[in-house]
Antibody, heavy 120, light 107 residues
Framework: EVQLVESGGGLVQPGGSLRLSCAVS????????MHWVRQAPGKGLVWVSR????????IYADSVKGRFTISRDNAKNTLYLQMNSLRAEDTAVYYC?????????????WGQGTTVTVSS | EIVLTQSPGTLSLSPGERATLSCRAS???????LAWYQQKPGQAPRLLIY???RRATDIPDRFSGSGSGTDFTLTISRLEPEDFAVYYC?????????FGQGTKLEI
């Protein structure tokens, strides 16, 4: 079964750090580009970051650039999101998602999400 | 940054009716790089359409996508009770890979 399982969310004070993980199973992780997407309470989806299959190329939303770092360990079948200098507006459910194809992209497999709350 | 504007914000229809959802881009988007998602409360999004008109795996054929350039449409031909949800478009043509703000389809 194809599965993505996020972990690492929690309550953190403004200015703090968290590292999210996304454990992958059921497919060849090293063949796929991966994304992080977030959703603030009661709000819409916001794309956060993308990494290519070997980790050599990354892109970010302007709102997180310089604060968040996406990475992957293909040997451990795990995707990461290191989040530093967290702000209240980073409070959201964070989803990891697989990109189905470089040529015809679309996030076809999603995790269940992990909740990050930034508050003092 | 490409801004995607979805309309209407809320669409009220009944089962059996046809739904037409719009996604307008602030700049031209290659059809290869436009996707649609469905999200129900408390659930992760689900990919419906990629490449503007290609149905994802296991998506019923009552869902169809069309459009090009700056105007894209998601059509649900005959609404089923399980189709009432929020729908998002997303572009991959340029970074950041922005989503629209969503259309809520309600009974």
């Amino acid at each position: 079964e194809v599965q993505l399982v996020e972990s690492g969310g929690g309550l953190v004070q403004p200015g703090g750090s968290l590292r999210l993980s996304c454990a992958v199973s059921g497919f060849t992780f090293s063949s796929y580009w991966m994304h992080w997407v977030r959703q603030a309470p009661g709000k819409g989806l916001v794309w956060v970051s993308r990494i290519n299959s070997d980790g050599s190329s990354t892109i970010y939303a302007d709102s997180v650039k310089g604060r968040f770092t996406i990475s992957r360990d293909n040997a451990k079948n795990t995707l990461y999101l290191q989040m530093n200098s967290l702000r209240a507006e980073d409070t959201a459910v964070y989803y990891c998602a697989r990109d189905r194809s470089i040529s015809w992209p679309g996030m076809d497999v999603w995790g269940q999400g992990t909740t990050v709350t930034v508050s003092s | 940054e490409i801004v995607l504007t979805q309309s209407p914000g809320t669409l009220s229809l009944s089962p059996g009716e046809r739904a037409t959802l719009s996604c307008r881009a602030s700049q031209s988007v290659s059809s290869s790089y436009l996707a649609w998602y469905q999200q129900k409360p408390g659930q992760a999004p689900r990919l419906l359409i990629y490449g503007a008109y290609r149905r994802a795996t296991d998506i019923p054929d009552r869902f169809s996508g069309s459009g090009s350039g700056t105007d894209f449409t998601l059509t649900i031909s005959r609404l089923e009770p399980e189709d009432f949800a929020v729908y998002y478009c997303q572009q991959y043509g340029s970074s950041p890979h922005t989503f629209g703000q969503g259309t809520k389809l309600e009974i």
